[in-house]
């Protein structure tokens, strides 16, 4: 798993939950057209369609959620961009 938290299958990024990232899965597709992730003891960790043509990337909002919560964004007063000028 990537450190965003996907993988890739023929091109295509999926998601898969942020608290594996950078650890190792078990992907396997169905015959009814998904794929399957399983993390290494085989739990099911998720799973989705196979993308459409020109889709790139298969994301699931709460896969990243925990990657979200580790964003720390600097905030300022307005004021300080005007003493820079």
């Known amino acids: 798993v990537s450190l965003d938290a996907y993988i890739s299958v023929r ?3 999926y998601s898969v939950p942020g608290h594996l990232a950078q650890q190792r899965v078990s992907v396997r597709q169905t ?4 794929i ?3 993390d290494l003891a085989g739990h099911p ?8 043509d020109g889709e790139r990337f298969v994301t699931v909002a709460e896969h ?5 919560d580790q964003v720390r964004v600097q905030t300022r007063d307005l ?7």
């Open 11 to 13: 091109g295509v990024r």
């Open 31 to 34: 015959l009814d057209g998904e």
């Open 36 to 38: 399957e992730i399983r």
């Open 45 to 52: 960790v998720a799973h989705h369609r196979l993308a459409t």
């Open 64 to 68: 990243h959620a925990c990657l979200w």
């Open 79 to 85: 004021g300080y961009y005007t003493e820079v000028l």
